[in-house]
């Protein structure tokens, strides 16, 4: 079995993030899962803290 990675980033720039992922896709091997929460720990932050103020 192949060995699976995945890299879990927390890049505000989500564009660049997601350029980034599309150009390692394009490699001929395998390069590995990439997942980027900068905009859900953002929402998150943002509902607790709002949440928390009330």
Same mark, same amino acid.
Do not use: C, F, H
């Given at each position: 079995?192949?060995? *699976? +990675?995945?890299?879990? +980033?927390?890049?505000? /720039? ?19 899962? +990439? ?11 943002? *509902?607790?803290? /709002? +949440?928390?103020?009330?």
């Amino acid at each position: 079995m192949e060995n *699976r +990675t995945l890299t879990i +980033t927390v890049q505000a /720039d989500w564009k660049n993030a997601l350029r980034a992922a599309a150009q390692s896709a394009q490699a001929p091997s395998y390069q590995g899962e +990439t997942l980027n929460l900068a905009r859900v720990i953002e929402r998150e932050s943002t *509902r607790l803290r /709002d +949440t928390s103020a009330a």
